[in-house]
T-cell receptor
Framework: GENVEQHPSTLSVQEGDSAVIKCTYS??????FPWYKQELGKRPQLIID?????GEKKDQRIAVTLNKTAKHFSLHITETQPEDSAVYFC???????????FGGGTRLMVKP | NAGVMQNPRHLVRRRGQEARLRCSPM?????VYWYRQLPEEGLKFMVY????????ESGMPKERFSAEFPKEGPSILRIQQVVRGDSAAYFC?????????????FGEGSRLTVL
């Protein structure tokens, strides 16, 4: 089955700096890679996703890159703000259902 | 649209008791997924259901755990004879279609504490 590794497990940045979170996956058949943000005690919420037919996708301060050859993908947050502080999860799945395999999460702390 | 509704939000059980967690998917969604999240860990897939069918239960423990999604009513995750290790947040998610053509929406989770 799929295995998703995520690092770092914790990341502390100064407000305004950029944050990068990286994930690797094992199953070359995976073709959908979403990123979820989970605030303390809340539900995971989709913030951006990328499919295997593109290498990069951007939405305002958030961007995701995908390298299918190397089987890794990354989340980039620019101009971080305190409200970006949360746990971020990467995930991967194939076409058959949305049975996402999640990474272990990254706790991002943005210091004002 | 009320979103994915889970109840109870918090549940306390003593060892050996049964826990029943309910999930009503978003309106129009026929695919339901259950995930378990241990403290300070990621989300682990448990089971994928459509109405009256279990599609994939590869993440479910073989004993004590069961899930259903009846024709009428919410999906239910049932844990019999709970043990302390079952303490976790259980998240339900739903999607409109199978395949990654649609976003997976999560509920707020049910937090089970086993004393």
């Amino acid at each position: 089955g799929e295995n998703v590794e995520q690092h770092p497990s914790t990341l502390s940045v100064q407000e305004g700096d950029s944050a990068v979170i990286k994930c690797t996956y094992s199953d070359s058949a995976s073709n959908y890679f979403p990123w979820y943000k989970q605030e303390l005690g809340k539900r995971p919420q989709l913030i951006i996703d990328i499919r295997s037919n593109v290498g990069e996708k951007k939405d305002q301060r958030i961007a995701v890159t995908l390298n299918k050859t190397a089987k890794h993908f990354s989340l980039h947050i620019t101009e971080t703000q305190p409200e970006d502080s949360a746990v971020y999860f990467c995930a991967a799945s194939q076409d058959a259902g949305n049975m996402l395999t999640f990474g272990g999460g990254t706790r991002l702390m943005v210091k004002p | 649209n009320a979103g994915v509704m889970q109840n109870p939000r918090h549940l306390v059980r003593r060892r050996g008791q049964e826990a029943r967690l309910r999930c009503s998917p978003m309106k129009g969604h026929s695919h339901v997924y259950w995930y378990r999240q241990l403290p300070e860990e990621g989300l682990k897939f448990m089971v994928y259901l459509q109405k009256e069918n279990i599609i994939d239960e590869s993440g479910m423990p073989k004993e004590r755990f069961s899930a259903e999604f009846p024709k009428e009513g919410p999906s239910i995750l049932r844990i019999q004879q709970v043990v302390r290790g079952d303490s976790a947040a259980y998240f339900c998610a739903s999607s409109q279609t199978s395949g990654n053509t649609g976003e997976l929406f999560f509920g707020e989770g049910s937090r089970l504490t086993v004393l």
